[in-house]
């Protein structure tokens, strides 16, 4: 994880530095806003310079409303209100922990959300904030100036506290309207399974969200079978089950309409081994998601030696449903499929395969990767692992056939590591 500050992000010394054009602050997030305010009095002890004007730049009010003296504080509120790029900064005011810093700022904070404009700087801000002393109260004082279902344009975190926001106040209508405009994923999902208990089913079956769509299904039943062939399999086992409980055969509709993956993928679902004749066909169908589905089916059956070929498909989805079925099965080491004949989804299926099995066979499939253009990277990584915590816990020795051939790979690997491996295959260890 990149634990480096964002480039936006602006630090407490640039500010004091005098160092920040105005327009780096319309880059700045809610979080940003919030953070900046609190660095700014945690740890930065430097003394704002006697003859700051506060009409002088926008960065100049920022820092003496962020001040630790509350007298500073409140002198910045009315400059806050007439720099629209520091309304975030006003919203924190009004949750300050002075009381009269807090009620001066809220007093300017409601002429302020008033504005055509203020709804993208305030909002973010305030549902953010919402779990702060004086959180929800700041909230219901802009809810009237700020009709927080106007919007739907905010990024995802956003909508999602917005949509948290008008379900605490059970705003259904609300909700609804927003729910038609939103782009946000995460909001929406939340916003339909809020709705979706609210309302009439059948709007949902048409959602985005598999999810959605199954829990719509269950309050639908009457619409199963329009559904047996979803690409989702929750919402085909939930399709399944409520044609089961109306007295009908999922799989019959299966096997009469055998074609594409879902249909493939239901009848793996729903009926048994008896019928994977029907399905192994599909193992050479020419579309690789049909494959795949088939290759998932027959797993489901433990049919693995019919997967198992599928190892060697020009498509990587379905050589990784052939190694999930290898893997089922106990397959045997095959080191063949390192092989650079092979194209690289292949040698990198041969290589988790072979890592997945005992130590020194993970160790010999690392050594003879090393040298390879697109894996040895990989390889190398691995072996670095090797070297260190499975090396520790190795307890069993390397095998007698293997010592020989290893000792010779063990030469080509990086120097800093192959000392280590050198001590690994002695004998008298």
Same mark, same amino acid.
């Given at each position: 994880?990149?634990?480096?500050?964002?480039?936006? !992000?602006?630090?407490?010394?640039?500010?004091?530095?005098?160092?920040?054009?105005?327009?780096?602050?319309?880059?700045?997030?809610?979080?940003?806003?919030?953070?900046?305010?609190?660095?700014?009095?945690?740890?930065?002890?430097?003394?704002?310079?006697?003859?700051?004007?506060?009409?002088?730049?926008?960065?100049?009010?920022?820092?003496?409303?962020?001040?630790?003296?509350?007298?500073?504080?409140?002198?910045?509120?009315?400059?806050?209100?007439?720099?629209?790029?520091?309304?975030?900064?006003?919203?924190?005011?009004?949750?300050?922990?002075?009381?009269?810093?807090?009620?001066?700022? =809220?007093?300017?904070?409601?002429?302020?959300?008033?504005?055509?404009?203020?709804?993208?700087?305030?909002?973010?801000?305030?549902?953010?904030?919402?779990?702060?002393?004086?959180? =929800?109260?700041?909230?219901?004082?802009?809810?009237?100036?700020?009709?927080?279902?106007?919007?739907?344009?905010?990024?995802?975190?956003?909508?999602?506290?917005?949509?948290?926001?008008?379900?605490?106040?059970?705003?259904?209508?609300?909700?609804?309207?927003?729910?038609?405009?939103?782009?946000?994923?995460?909001?929406?999902?939340?916003?339909?399974?809020?709705?979706?208990?609210?309302?009439?089913?059948?709007?949902?079956?048409?959602?985005?969200?598999? !999810?959605?769509?199954?829990?719509?299904?269950?309050?639908?039943?009457?619409?199963?079978?329009?559904?047996?062939?979803?690409?989702?399999?929750?919402?085909?086992?939930?399709?399944?089950?409520?044609?089961?409980?109306?007295?009908?055969?999922?799989?019959?509709?299966?096997?009469?309409?055998?074609?594409?993956?879902?249909?493939?993928?239901?009848?793996?679902?729903?009926?048994?081994?008896?019928?994977?004749?029907?399905?192994?066909?599909?193992?050479?169908?020419?579309?690789?998601?049909?494959?795949?589905?088939?290759?998932?089916?027959?797993?489901?059956?433990?049919?693995?030696?019919?997967?198992?070929?599928?190892?060697?498909?020009?498509?990587?989805?379905?050589?990784?449903?052939?190694?999930?079925?290898?893997?089922?099965?106990?397959?045997?080491?095959?080191?063949?499929?390192?092989?650079?004949?092979?194209?690289?989804?292949?040698?990198?299926?041969?290589?988790?395969?072979?890592?997945?099995?005992?130590?020194?066979?993970?160790?010999?499939?690392?050594?003879?990767?090393?040298?390879?253009?697109?894996?040895?990277?990989?390889?190398?990584?691995?072996?670095?692992?090797?070297?260190?915590?499975?090396?520790?816990?190795?307890?069993?020795?390397?095998?007698?056939?293997?010592?020989?051939?290893?000792?010779?790979?063990?030469?080509?690997?990086?120097?800093?590591?192959?000392?280590?491996?050198?001590?690994?295959?002695?004998?008298?260890?």
């Amino acid at each position: 994880m990149d634990l480096r500050p964002s480039r936006m !992000q602006i630090t407490a010394h640039e500010l004091f530095d005098d160092e920040v054009p105005d327009s780096r602050l319309w880059e700045l997030t809610a979080d940003m806003w919030i953070a900046l305010d609190d660095s700014i009095r945690s740890g930065y002890f430097r003394r704002l310079p006697p003859d700051l004007p506060l009409v002088r730049r926008p960065v100049h009010v920022l820092l003496m409303a962020c001040s630790s003296r509350g007298e500073f504080r409140e002198r910045a509120i009315v400059q806050l209100a007439r720099h629209p790029v520091l309304w975030p900064l006003l919203v924190i005011r009004a949750l300050d922990w002075a009381g009269p810093v807090r009620a001066y700022a =809220r007093h300017i904070l409601v002429n302020v959300a008033t504005r055509p404009e203020a709804a993208g700087r305030v909002i973010p801000t305030a549902v953010r904030l919402r779990d702060r002393i004086g959180g =929800r109260d700041l909230l219901d004082l802009l809810r009237p100036l700020v009709p927080f279902d106007a919007h739907a344009d905010f990024d995802d975190r956003t909508m999602r506290l917005v949509v948290e926001e008008l379900i605490r106040r059970d705003d259904v209508e609300a909700l609804r309207r927003l729910h038609g405009r939103m782009t946000a994923p995460a909001a929406m999902l939340r916003a339909a399974g809020h709705l979706l208990d609210r309302s009439e089913p059948e709007p949902f079956l048409r959602s985005r969200f598999s !999810q959605i769509r199954a829990r719509a299904l269950v309050l639908a039943p009457h619409r199963g079978a329009e559904f047996l062939e979803d690409p989702s399999k929750i919402v085909r086992l939930t399709a399944q089950g409520v044609v089961r409980r109306a007295g009908g055969d999922p799989a019959s509709h299966y096997r009469a309409n055998l074609a594409g993956p879902a249909s493939i993928e239901g009848l793996g679902e729903s009926a048994g081994p008896a019928d994977a004749e029907r399905i192994t066909p599909f193992l050479r169908h020419p579309r690789a998601k049909v494959r795949a589905a088939a290759a998932r089916a027959l797993r489901g059956w433990e049919r693995h030696d019919d997967v198992a070929p599928l190892i060697h498909d020009p498509s990587a989805r379905v050589v990784r449903q052939a190694v999930k079925s290898l893997r089922a099965a106990g397959a045997p080491p095959d080191f063949g499929l390192l092989d650079r004949a092979h194209p690289p989804h292949v040698r990198r299926a041969g290589h988790r395969l072979l890592v997945a099995a005992d130590p020194w066979t993970r160790l010999k499939a690392d050594l003879l990767l090393l040298g390879d253009p697109e894996l040895g990277t990989n390889a190398f990584m691995d072996l670095q692992a090797w070297c260190g915590p499975v090396l520790a816990a190795l307890h069993r020795p390397c095998p007698e056939e293997w010592r020989a051939e290893l000792g010779v790979l063990v030469e080509k690997a990086p120097e800093k590591i192959r000392g280590r491996l050198r001590w690994a295959l002695d004998p008298r260890r």
